[in-house]
């Protein structure tokens, strides 16, 4: 495989297939929102996937990691009851992940947390459909929660999903930062930048399709993601 160059984009493609004329240089995103790069390669039709920020491209199977995109020192949040946030993912390879988890660092009586997973709408960017519904789990304890969630992907951008209900508990969070795939504020103001999409008084199931609102937050949940493929 030729070696990565750093060279300066020429021509952006957009498309269910690559095009057989790819120049060295050249941006092209797939139908499963897979951004690639054309290299050096002899007849110019190699794409290499470029992974950008807060994208995960190597996987260490049975073992936890964080959701990317997360920078600066662990510390707490309390989300907003019954809202959920949606926050990007961005898988640069196909495999599985099998569990889902997260810490409550202050319980809340009756409180539960609901994860999931959504597909991402390739016209709009934004979530679209229920990839994974990981349920709710208790927050009433605090400690490491730990959800069974099964789900295969490919690469693409996904969403991770999550809400308080019932009561507001404090999690372990991370500040978050603005990726560039949360478009819609009014304000062009960099104070108010958006990293979230949120629906508001979701109280139980998540919206198999939600109208979502740009929301710029400060810290978000760590949510820890395990892959087994």
């Known amino acids: 495989m030729p070696s990565r160059k750093n060279v300066v984009p020429t021509r952006l493609w957009v498309g269910s297939t690559t095009p057989s004329d790819l120049r060295t240089g050249d941006l092209y995103m797939d139908s499963t929102d897979r951004v690639l790069v054309g290299t050096s390669?002899?007849?110019?039709?190699?794409?290499?996937?470029?992974?950008?920020?807060?994208?995960?491209?190597?996987?260490?199977?049975?073992?936890?990691?964080?959701m990317p995109g997360l920078v600066g020192n662990v510390s707490t949040v309390t989300p907003t009851l019954a809202t959920a946030h949606y926050y990007p993912l961005v898988l640069g390879r196909s495999g599985a992940i099998d569990q889902l988890a997260f810490e409550v660092t202050t319980a809340a009586l009756s409180?539960?947390?609901?994860?999931?997973?959504?597909?991402?709408?390739?016209?709009?960017?934004?979530p679209t459909t229920v990839g994974l519904d990981a349920g709710v789990t208790s927050a009433t304890t605090t400690?490491?929660?730990?959800?069974?969630?099964?789900?295969?992907?490919?690469?693409?951008?996904?969403?991770i999903a999550y809400a308080s209900q019932g009561g507001t508990p404090t999690l372990r969070s991370?500040?978050?930062?603005?990726?560039?795939?949360v478009?819609?504020?009014?304000?062009?103001?960099?104070?108010?930048?958006?990293?979230?999409?949120?629906?508001?008084?979701?109280?139980?199931?998540?919206?198999?399709?939600?109208?979502?609102?740009?929301?710029p937050v400060t810290t978000i949940p760590i949510i820890q993601i395990r892959f087994s493929a």
Do not use: C, H
């Open 41 to 66: 390669d002899a007849d110019n039709s190699r794409v290499e996937l470029m992974a950008g920020p807060g994208q995960i491209t190597r996987y260490a199977t049975a073992s936890f990691g964080p």
């Open 174 to 181: 991370q500040q978050a930062v603005t990726t560039g795939l």
């Open 111 to 126: 409180s539960t947390v609901r994860l999931a997973i959504y597909n991402s709408d390739p016209v709009t960017g934004k």
């Open 183 to 215: 478009y819609g504020t009014s304000s062009a103001a960099t104070s108010t930048a958006a990293n979230v999409y949120t629906v508001a008084s979701v109280s139980g199931a998540f919206p198999a399709s939600p109208t979502v609102t740009a929301t």
């Open 143 to 159: 400690g490491v929660k730990t959800v069974a969630a099964v789900f295969a992907f490919n690469p693409g951008i996904y969403w």
